[in-house]
């Protein structure tokens, strides 16, 4: 991986990077320190750091690794460097490692204004619109949406901790026919006192009647449609009931994603799209000789780039779901001036994605190469006891309860908890999101209740509580604080350890983590890092003991340490929109 510029003040490590380039460099005239820089790459286990000498293409590897190894004296920063076949391997000075490194997280942890280990400023001045979860009012809030919820609350953490300006936007289907087909069975099925207690659930029950209804009775259709129309033309006295009903479904949903750690700047939805932008990319498009009239509906042909014929128009006049992402993204454009926005949208919608991000395209609009789709695979199987998941709210609480269950199993343990419920449902969550985030967006996955609420293995409790664990040292050492300031703390005991060594070399990685998830925009590297810290941290717990470590200096050095990696696994844990618990 090549990084363009090292950011000592910010990752530690990158100050070790450059320590070896400017070493290799100095032996291998005329090479410069920054093109070995970015061949600097982490080692495999056991190595900190490791280069490639074919890369520079400067003769035979032997003879350059000869070069480099009679010029090299260990010092603060390097340690050692053994030649292997094509590689040259570098250990770092493992007191100086530490120490910068757990001076780094406690600083940028505490004494900076707000918490920023890990995060770097590469977006500055940039903005980016990230569009994610977007159910539909009425109908349900299938896994689809949880997933696009999770891995958009994630981006939205991760732009921020890259130093982007983030607008996040949570674009309900609150507009189309549908509408018109629950104002038709509202009617007949609706009920305000139901409506008042939970809107979501009371729309989608009438829903589900008045499709039956549709089903058996054409005239119930054509009724819906319009109704539709007379939305569309703006009949207040048709909009007047579709108000209350988004007001509603609008403040249940704000709870629920509450409740997830998730929140957004803005609720647009269809229905806010004008119609200006609506009709310019129709003319625009029959001026490319693009669209097709069939039977007065109004058809995009996009075979030439392999993307179908799609509607644009309907027969009526009205719109649909295509031409209002069209006119929505023109007019997100206007108002935000974005350099970037992202779509977290399922990838069964990819042919949608990519037939309007081609027609703004065709429309010559400078910033559609800006635009992303961020796409993910299917989840099975998640389904709850009583049944098939139809709302968010039964996700939730599910999840909770399952947990509660979990926790109940364990008699004393569960005595102690003084919130059960709470953190029942918080390591409920953090389940769920972990299942989801653990593997690559794209791929399918089948969810699984039992590894969900499991505390053993990669799951989301095993992550709680290695948090948990880790704050409660703390708590359970008043006697050796306060702590002495970093440069004070006598580190001479974790420079020894191997346990305490790839620890603290983890903790080094996050900035990296956080980078590298930018690049890729999946959250799956940082769950992974979570879990080979907190392995890391698991089998150093018996060596490196905090209580009953007489002598003081070591305890409180080991005490640091843990402290530090509580900030990161916390800091991680955050970034991946888990709250993470002090104690269960
Ligand atoms: N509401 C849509 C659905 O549930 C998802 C919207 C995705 N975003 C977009 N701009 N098309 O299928």
Redesign the pocket.
Known sequence: MAYSAADPSTCALDGFRTAIAERVAAALSPLTSDQVYSGVDYGKKGVDFTIALPRFKMGKPDDLAAKVLAQFKPDDYVESVTHDKAFLHFQCTSSTLIRNILTQVHSLTHLSPTPCYGSNTLGKGKKVVI?YS???IAKSFHVG?LRSTIIGGFLANLYKACGWDVVSMN?L?DWGTQFGLIATGFEKYGSAEELKKDAIKHLFEVYVKVNKDADADPEVKAEASRWFKRMEDGDESALKNWRIWRELSVKKYIEEYDRLNIAFDEYTGESKVGKEWQDKALARLDELGLIEDVDGAKIVNLEQWKMGRAVLRKRDGTSIYLTR?IG?AIERYEKYQFDKMI?V?SSQQDLHLSQFFKILELMQFPWAASLQHVNYGLVQGMSTRKGTVVFLDQIIKEAGQVMHEQMQKNEEKYKAVEDPENVSLEIGITGVKIQDMAAKRINNYTFNWDRMKSFEGDTGPYLQYAHVRLSSIARKNPNLYPLPPPSQIDIASLATSSHAREIVFLLGTYPDVVKVAMKTQEPSGVVTFLFRLSHAISSAWEVLVVKGEEDIQKARARLWMYECARDVLGSGMRLLSIRPLDRM
């Open positions: 569009e977007s159910p539909n949406h674009y289907g992402d929505g779509y949208v």
